[in-house]
């Protein structure tokens, strides 16, 4: 599982450092493997490998002949980038991906359970909200039992 916050700096060649705490949190199944695509409120969203196979295999199930169904595929497909962690746990963020998020040099790399997102700290500073009582309000509705 994927959880922590941490503040990076990306290096002089576009690479950011996974934390340790979220490298030792890959699975094997991964091969140190992440998929890279622009992400939801302007993040990139960081997937191990054996968890895209999973979002590949749902890809794969849809009929590409609906044009909604197409939209979905080309989407995934068209913006997933992969890259290896280096032995330092680095990789490299494309520039495409740099820009739609905002990112020039500081990022936020946070755990959200499966993944990872990478996200420019002034963006994610207005698009988050940190508020525990909003959340558990929100999340009373959804997860009952928690609550």
């Given at each position: 599982?994927?959880?922590?916050?941490?503040?990076?700096?990306?290096?002089?060649?576009?690479?950011?450092?996974?934390?340790?705490?979220?490298?030792?949190?890959?699975?094997?199944?991964?091969?140190?493997?992440?998929?890279?695509?622009?992400?939801?409120?302007?993040?990139?969203?960081?997937?191990?490998?054996?968890?895209?196979?999973?979002?590949?295999?749902?890809?794969?199930?849809?009929?590409?002949?609906?044009?909604?169904?197409?939209?979905?595929?080309?989407?995934?497909s068209?913006?997933?980038?992969e890259?290896?962690?280096?032995?330092?746990?680095?990789?490299?963020?494309?520039?495409?991906?740099?820009?739609?998020?905002?990112?020039?040099?500081?990022?936020?790399?946070?755990?959200?359970?499966?993944?990872?997102?990478?996200?420019?700290?002034?963006?994610?500073?207005?698009?988050?909200?940190?508020?525990?009582?909003?959340?558990d309000?929100?999340?009373?509705?959804?997860?009952?039992?928690?609550?």
């Amino acid at each position: 599982m994927f959880k922590g916050s941490y503040l990076h700096t990306i290096d002089a060649k576009g690479r950011i450092i996974i934390p340790s705490k979220l490298k030792k949190a890959f699975s094997e199944a991964a091969d140190d493997t992440i998929i890279m695509l622009p992400g939801k409120n302007r993040c990139i969203e960081l997937y191990p490998k054996d968890i895209w196979l999973k979002i590949e295999d749902n890809l794969a199930r849809l009929n590409p002949n609906d044009p909604d169904n197409l939209k979905i595929i080309r989407f995934y497909s068209n913006n997933a980038h992969e890259d290896v962690m280096d032995p330092q746990g680095r990789i490299l963020i494309p520039g495409h991906l740099k820009k739609k998020a905002g990112i020039e040099s500081d990022v936020i790399i946070v755990g959200t359970v499966n993944y990872l997102e990478v996200w420019n700290p002034e963006v994610r500073s207005t698009m988050v909200s940190d508020d525990r009582d909003e959340i558990d309000a929100i999340a009373a509705t959804r997860l009952p039992w928690i609550f």
